[in-house]
């Protein structure tokens, strides 16, 4: 019988995950809070690049351990993103709609890439660490 | 060899995502583009009271009559009816909470609540705040979870571990979702008092 796959010792990629998703709710929030009228920048700015190391330290994690189920993975992140991008492009047409223009609609834009990519990360990575290679 | 066969679970497949239920998503998602793009108020308030209303009472039920009764449940039990659930609400939650939230920003909007002189702001920013962590709860732990426990009951052999250790994941945040479902009834009808 070979040993559960819940044993095994992986990177805290959930819970990075899950920070970097409080970091984006966090700046969407800041930032519409404040609509009509624009948040400041320098806040804002500075959530985004929170969120996004967050996001690039769970990408190089993922990418570094060793005997994954990486055919899983990518199974599971394609739907996912086809998924969210869709859910993302709704918000986005709505911020567009709703006339948020200039650096406000970059900053917003960029955080709903960060949620779109990210979302993916962590239903692939949890369902491709209980897979056997 | 004949004995090991027959006493070897074998799990049934079965659909992962229903892909039936897809072209309804596709009509939903479709009706809130169309109320929000021709700003029409019924069809707004019907997209947000009834996403809402349903968000709600689905998160309630499940985490507070569906779960305790699962757990009560045996395993063999438990596993053919998460296998009927969990494709279902992998489908309808994402589905819902998006036509609630889109639809209740435009009628905040509408209604004037987003501009921060508007006395019943700070109520918005509030629902914002519970969203946001709802959102977190649902999209790190929850969603993941949902997925990867159908995924291992896909397997000829299914690890009731695995299951377990991811169904924790409900059991651990069914308070935090309750708490926030009542917080944002209370917000909501705070709002339109």
């Known amino acids: ?133 | 060899m004949t004995t090991l066969a027959a006493d070897a679970p074998v799990a049934a497949p079965f659909e992962i995502v229903p892909r039936k239920a897809l072209p309804i998503v596709a009509l939903v998602l479709l009706g809130v583009v169309v109320a929000i793009a021709r700003d029409a108020r019924w069809g707004l308030v019907f997209c947000h009271v009834v996403g809402g209303g349903l968000w709600t009472a689905i998160d309630l039920f499940v985490g507070f009559i569906v779960g305790p009764i699962l757990r009560g449940m045996s395993i063999p039990a438990r596993i053919e009816f998460t296998k009927r659930l969990m494709p279902k609400m992998l489908v309808l939650m994402p589905t819902i909470v998006t036509m609630t939230l889109a639809a209740g920003f435009q009628l905040a909007r509408q209604d004037g609540f987003l501009d921060t002189s508007n006395p019943r702001h700070a109520w918005v920013v509030t629902s914002f705040l519970v969203v946001g962590v709802m959102a977190v709860v649902a999209l790190a732990y929850l969603g993941p979870a949902n997925v990867a426990v159908l995924f291992e009951l896909r397997k000829p052999q299914p690890d009731p571990r695995v299951v377990q250790k991811l169904m924790q994941r409900f059991v651990y945040t069914a308070g935090i979702t309750g708490v926030m479902q009542v917080a944002t009834l209370v917000i909501m009808t705070r709002l339109v008092s």
């Open chain 1, 1 to 133: 019988m070979s040993e559960s796959l819940v044993d095994r010792k992986l990177p805290p990629v959930t819970e990075i995950g899950a920070a970097a998703m409080v970091a984006v709710a966090a700046g969407v929030i800041f930032n519409a809070a404040y609509l009509p009228k624009h948040a400041p920048t320098s806040v804002a700015i500075a959530i985004l690049i929170v969120a996004a190391a967050l996001e690039a330290t769970n990408l190089f994690l993922v990418s570094r351990i060793r005997d994954f189920a990486w055919d899983r993975f990518k199974q599971v992140a394609g739907w996912f993103l086809v998924a969210y991008a869709v859910i993302a492009g709704m918000i986005e047409y709505a911020f567009i709609y709703d006339d948020t223009r200039g650096m406000q609609l970059v900053i917003l834009t960029l955080m709903l890439l960060l949620f779109m990519l990210n979302v993916p990360v962590l239903a692939a990575f949890t369902v491709a660490r209980y897979e056997r290679v």
